[in-house]
């Protein structure tokens, strides 16, 4: 299984790791061309020293003084440095003993030519006469002529890379094993540096692994955390947030579900009660029956009415589009709540600025104005005047209600869209159910309509804003 840990590791290790080769490469190269130029310069120290000792002799030959300690380096045993001087026509002029009889140092034309025409020193690999790999440097120099003006020669000195190699191995091989010992130590080193920086995201999984839906008020500890990883803690917070809200509104929902539906079973299972003792009197059982058919009446609108929420938060009403007249719309709204209205004394008010046309669905937009009418004439004192606006706001139609609700706070605003809520005071009433300003909520957001609530004393505001697009 892949880890951060591992990534973080493999990552960290190649990438300094390349960066160590590199350097390291550069450093060879840079301490190989030295040691390759020390032992040229030593080998030209050689060409220079020789060709200051030798002189022509009567026979046309390069003469060296043999007794002398320059010489020890050219005699001993064979595969030891050697020597060959040779003129422009390559015939010889002198050699070193080393270098055996009938073998001569073999290089290059071109670097022969090149030396003859440069008047400087040429250096070369070559294969010296026992089969060993050498280094030679060639050059030509004046040699002294007792009877005459000097002459040209080519002096060729050559040696075996022996002790080159050993140079070059000595130093080659402690830096790999230093590079290799340093990659696996820094490997150990950045696991365990990645393992402390990653401690707190195994802390966070750990914390997330305890969560259940029992300790959702848990939350993270964020200012403990390193910066990168505080934007992550806050949003998990955030989320834990918004699900410790949603499990507590079902809870209540499902608490209010039963508290509403206990009352009218209550109720209905008294008159059958009754009904069942008082079974003969006539007119007792067609009251019973008809306060029978208003509780399940009350019952099946409970249950319609969480029917279309629970649609409506699932997206799965369908929104057509119609052109409907603005005036026409609020004024059927206000009809079909007309009779609620008469029983408690409300009148409305209309302020109707123009005869506004708009692109809505008809039923949902007569569902919505007719929940927010009902629940203003619930809601607001008997004999109280509900005010209906609706005016053209910039590129949007506003439906505003707007009635006296002297019970309301203004820590009430947030809770009036949720599900069952109700003032502590109401909650016995079986006439609020706590349920229409949820649809509206959920039936404006389905249709991409904006909704809001505002306080104003004790009057309340509703708007409802539909986009003229």
Not at 59 to 76: F, H, N, R, W
Not at 354 to 368: G, K, S, T, V, Y
Request: charged share 25%; proline share 4%.
């Amino acid at each position: 299984m892949k880890t951060l840990v591992g990534r973080l590791t493999l990552w960290l290790v190649g990438g300094v790791g390349a960066t160590l080769l590199l350097v390291g490469l550069l450093i060879w190269t840079r301490v190989d061309a030295f040691l390759i130029d020390y032992f040229d310069d030593n080998l030209y120290t050689r060409v220079l020293s020789l060709g200051a000792a030798a002189q022509w002799d009567s026979d046309g030959m390069v003469s060296l003084p043999y007794e002398t300690a320059l010489y020890k380096d050219y005699e001993g045993p064979f595969e030891r440095d050697v020597f060959q001087v040779v003129d422009l026509e390559g015939e010889e002029l002198a050699r070193s003993p080393t270098l055996g009889v009938g073998a001569d140092i073999t290089l290059d034309p071109e670097r022969i030519q090149q030396a003859w025409a440069s008047n400087s020193a040429v250096t070369a690999d070559l294969e010296l006469p026992g089969g060993s790999s050498g280094r030679a440097v060639a050059m030509v120099l004046e040699v002294a002529d007792p009877e005459g003006e000097p002459r040209r020669a080519l002096f060729i000195v050559a040696t075996p890379r022996l002790m080159l190699s050993q140079a070059q191995k000595s130093l080659f091989v402690p830096l790999s094993l230093g590079a290799l010992a340093a990659l696996i130590g820094l490997g150990v080193w950045v696991r365990a540096v990645v393992r402390r920086g990653l401690r707190p995201l195994e802390d966070i999984a750990d914390r997330l692994g305890d969560l259940d839906e029992d300790t959702l008020e848990r939350r993270l500890p964020v200012v403990d955390l390193p910066g990168e990883l505080r934007p992550i803690a806050g949003q998990a917070n955030a989320l834990f947030d918004r699900l410790d809200a949603a499990f507590e509104r079902e809870r209540r929902t499902t608490n209010n579900i039963a508290h509403e539906l206990r009352t009218p079973i209550a109720e209905l299972r008294g008159l059958t009660e009754v009904a069942l003792r008082l079974g003969d009197d006539p007119e007792f059982a067609a009251k019973t029956v008809a306060e029978a058919y208003a509780i399940a009446t009350e019952m099946d609108r409970i249950a319609t009415t969480l029917l279309r929420v629970a649609r409506a938060q699932a997206g799965e009403l369908e929104v057509k589009r119609e052109v409907l007249s603005s005036s026409a719309v609020l004024e059927r709204a206000i009809r079909s709540v007309g009779e609620s209205a008469r029983g408690r004394g409300i009148e409305f008010e209309l302020k109707l600025r123009d005869d506004l046309e708009l692109a809505a669905d008809p039923d949902l937009l007569d569902l919505i104005l007719i929940n927010l009418l009902s629940n203003s004439i619930q809601h607001a004192p008997a004999g109280d005047r509900v005010t209906c606006e609706v005016w053209r706001g910039q590129d949007d139609v506003q439906f505003v209600i707007e009635n006296t609700n002297p019970g309301l706070e203004p820590g009430d605003m947030k809770h009036l869209t949720e599900t069952f809520w109700k003032k502590d005071d109401a909650r016995t009433d079986a006439v609020h159910t706590g349920l229409g300003l949820a649809l509206v909520d959920q039936l404006a957001q389905t249709c991409g309509y904006s909704f809001s609530m505002a306080l104003a004393g004790d009057r309340v505001r509703a708007r409802v804003t539909v986009p003229l697009d």
